[in-house]
């Protein structure tokens, strides 16, 4: 499956920011949807992820409260909302798909990647 993400942007600390990702195949549903982000210099991190149905929805500590992941089955796509934007999360954001049941946090458990979309958010 390709995935491409967009939405990202420069942002004053304190805004928002609405990330998408679009996935080429037709058999979306399927696939447990994630967000996960690189800061510059660091490793990536898990950010938020949402099962293939349902209502769950995990987030990472750091995010809780502030950013928001749903889907759209019919659109092919995933979203991150993210409110209260702070400098720290100034990071490459790359969603992700896994074609197995069950969550995974770390990115090795993650099949296809989108490209990337550069979040920046000044002070």
């Known amino acids: 499956v390709q995935l491409q993400a967009s939405g990202g942007g420069l942002v004053q600390a304190g805004g928002s920011l609405r990330l998408s990702c679009a996935a080429s195949?037709?058999?979306?549903?399927?696939?447990?949807m994630a967000w996960f982000r690189q800061p510059l210099g660091k490793e990536r991190e898990f950010v938020a992820a949402i099962p293939q149905t349902g209502p769950s929805t995990y987030y990472a500590d750091f995010v809780k409260g502030r950013f928001t992941i749903s889907r759209d089955n019919a659109k092919n796509s995933v979203y991150l909302q993210m409110n209260s934007l702070k400098p720290e999360d100034t990071a490459v954001y790359y969603c992700a798909a896994r074609s197995a049941y069950g969550l995974r946090w770390d990115a090795a458990g993650y099949d296809y990647w989108g490209q990337g979309t550069q979040v920046t958010v000044s002070s």
């Open positions: 195949e037709r058999t979306f549903s399927d696939y447990v």
